[in-house]
């Protein structure tokens, strides 16, 4: 059995992380190294995990400064290139996995091909919503964003009940090889938050490799909104990410990224007008 790393990245969220730990224990069948990877917590919440972790023998890494969702991630896939892993895990600390194969199904199903780089399973949110297989997003529709009001329910997931290759993957549950990872030279640290799942995407694309998306397994992921800090500075955070991803990533002309940029730009001024 191929053996796999297992990056958590806490900030300022023990309690969800030693949740995490807990659900992640009781895999079975497979060679795994739990890493918690801390984004430079508050003391309270690092004093709390680094009692946990030493209590469970789980690998803890601390990060002088909070470099965000990628170079926290690197930290973590960095130790488990050392370490000769072949697979990593990456997912975030709200997470629940109640199922003791799951780990096992999908390192099975990437290992009988070598043409995946990604493998995620179906994931649920705390509303019901599926948030896999994703699907990146048109010309037209990033243009008029403000389309995006009236519509009727969320068109970015594809259908969630059939497995097979996929566009793109939730970054907040998903198995990677290890041998991709340092072909790509880790994850791109350009971007503090947000866009990770569009430009991993590209990068497995470019790389002539394949995304999978299993049906038949799922996770919990217990993500509120309201707990994650101030909207304003999140949405600015994310409109300075798919900036960063259509200017690096994306195939568009450079008349078409004017655009997008500008709608972008807009729509971020809008934003902080009306916060």
């Known amino acids: 059995m191929p053996s796999i790393a297992i990056v ?9 992380c030693v949740k995490c730990v807990s659900f992640l224990k009781r895999q079975s069948g497979v060679n795994y190294e739990i890493i918690v990877v801390d984004n430079c917590s508050n003391q309270e919440d690092i004093s709390q995990l680094v009692s946990f972790c030493n209590q469970e023998n789980v ?5 002088r400064e909070n470099m965000g969702y990628s170079a926290g991630n690197n930290i973590g896939l960095r130790y488990a290139a050392e370490k000769g892993c072949e697979y990593a895990l990456i997912i975030n600390p709200d997470v629940e996995i ?3 194969n799951y780990l096992l199904k999908l390192l099975n199903k990437i290992e009988s091909d070598d043409n995946i780089a990604v493998i995620g399973s179906d994931t649920v949110n705390t509303e019901s919503f599926h948030q896999n297989p994703m699907r990146e997003i048109g010309y037209w529709e990033e243009l008029f964003w403000f389309l995006d009001f009236i519509k009727t329910k969320y068109t970015y997931i594809t259908d969630y009940e059939k497995s097979g290759y996929c566009e793109k993957l939730s970054g907040c549950c998903f198995i990677i090889r290890m041998s991709f990872v340092k072909q790509i030279g880790f994850l791109d640290e350009n971007t503090f938050l947000y866009c990770e799942e569009s430009i991993l995407a590209k990068q497995v694309k470019m790389a002539a490799k ?4 299993m049906a038949d397994l799922s996770a919990k992921h217990v993500h509120i909104k309201s707990e994650k800090g101030c909207v304003k500075n999140r949405i600015e955070l994310a409109v300075k990410s798919r900036i960063y991803y259509l200017v ?3 195939e568009y002309s450079k008349h078409q990224l004017r655009w997008l940029v500008w709608s972008k730009r807009l729509y971020l001024a809008l934003v902080k007008r009306l916060l």
């Open 98 to 100: 109640e199922e003791k």
């Open 59 to 63: 690998t803890l890494l601390q990060s």
């Open 248 to 250: 690096k990533y994306s």
């Open 210 to 213: 394949k995304m999978y998306y």
């Open 8 to 16: 958590i990245l806490n900030y300022n969220t023990s309690f969800d």
